[in-house]
C-alpha cells in the first residue's frame, strides 16, 4: 500500500519516534508503541455520517497533517505504508471479530509483517481490546503478557488463528483470522458497512481509545473510562464534557476539522 503524499519522516514525527528506524523487530515494536500512544482510534467521521475514506493519500492527510484518528483500516493503512517505507514485508488480513453475541462477517483489518522469518501479527486498530505490541504467529497456546494485559493466540484445526484476551479473570475472544492474503481493495465493502450500517457499533455511538503507557483512556457514547496499571474508573458525562475530553485527553481539537 502506497500514498504518493506519504514522507516517512512526517510519520515518525507524527508518533514521536525518536533515534533511528530500521527494518527489524525492535524498530516494528517502538513504532508500534509509538503510533498507538499518539493516534486514537477513533469514528468521529462516521458519526458526522461520512463514509471514511480508504484512497491511502486522504488517510496519510487525515492522521499525519490534520493530527486525527482513525479506525482499523486508517490506522492499520498508515502502518502498513510506514512498514513499506522501512522495507518491511507485511500482508493485510481479514479478521472475524467475536466480540459480539452473534456471528459477524470478516470485517476486521489487520497487519501480519515478516522480519527476519518470523510472521508478527500487528494491529493498532481494534479499539479498547487491541493489543500493544506484535506478536509472533509461533505464540501458540501461551500467556502474551503485554504491560498490564494478558492475550493468547491458539491455532485451531481448520487453520484459522484465533487471538484472545484476559478481561474480567476469564478468557475473551476478540478475532479470529488466516493468511490469505487480502488486498487493499477487498475491504471496500466492509468499510462501507462499518460507515453506514445502522447495526453497526460505529454508527451507533461515539468510540475513540488511546493508549498509554500504563494503560488507555476510553470514550464510548457518554461513558468515559481510564484504565491505570490494571484498575480503571469510569463515569458518564455530558456532551460538553465530551468536547472537552476529546481535547484535553485525545488530542482531537475542533480546530483539526472532522
Known amino acids: 500500500m502506497k500514498a504518493e503524499n506519504f514522507n516517512f519522516q512526517s510519520y515518525l514525527a507524527r508518533i514521536g519516534f525518536e533515534g533511528v528506524a530500521a527494518a527489524d523487530f525492535a524498530t516494528l515494536k517502538r513504532m508500534m508503541l509509538c503510533q498507538l500512544f499518539s493516534v486514537p482510534f477513533e469514528n468521529l467521521d462516521v458519526q458526522e455520517g461520512k463514509v471514511v475514506s480508504l484512497v491511502p493519500e486522504e488517510i496519510y492527510k487525515k492522521i499525519v497533517e490534520r493530527r486525527r484518528g482513525g479506525y482499523c483500516y486508517e490506522v492499520n493503512g498508515l502502518f502498513a505504508m510506514a512498514l513499506g517505507s522501512l522495507g518491511v514485508p507485511y500482508q493485510f488480513v481479514a479478521a472475524r471479530p467475536m466480540t459480539y453475541p452473534v456471528r459477524r462477517p470478516k470485517t476486521h483489518m ?3 509483517a515478516t522480519i527476519e522469518g518470523e510472521q508478527w501479527l500487528c494491529d493498532l486498530g481494534f479499539g479498547s481490546y487491541g493489543i500493544r505490541e506484535p506478536i509472533n504467529l ?3 497456546n ?3 503478557r503485554q504491560g498490564f494485559d494478558t492475550f493468547g493466540l491458539f491455532l485451531n484445526p481448520d487453520g484459522n488463528y484465533l487471538l484472545q484476551s484476559i478481561t474480567d479473570d476469564s478468557w475473551k475472544n476478540l478475532y479470529e483470522f488466516n493468511l490469505s492474503r487480502q488486498e487493499w481493495v477487498d475491504f471496500e465493502p466492509a468499510n462501507y458497512l462499518n460507515s453506514t450500517h445502522p447495526d453497526s457499533i460505529f454508527v451507533r455511538s461515539l468510540m475513540v481509545v488511546l493508549q498509554t503507557p500504563s494503560g488507555k483512556e476510553v470514550l464510548n457514547g457518554s461513558s468515559y473510562k481510564s484504565v ?6 469510569e463515569r458518564e458525562v455530558t456532551q460538553e464534557e465530551i468536547a472537552l475530553l476529546l481535547q484535553q485527553k485525545f488530542s482531537l481539537g475542533a480546530a483539526q476539522g472532522a
Open 110 to 112: 489487520a497487519i501480519v
Open 138 to 140: 509461533g505464540w501458540i
Open 142 to 144: 501461551r500467556d502474551i
Open 228 to 233: 491505570s496499571e490494571g484498575r480503571s474508573q
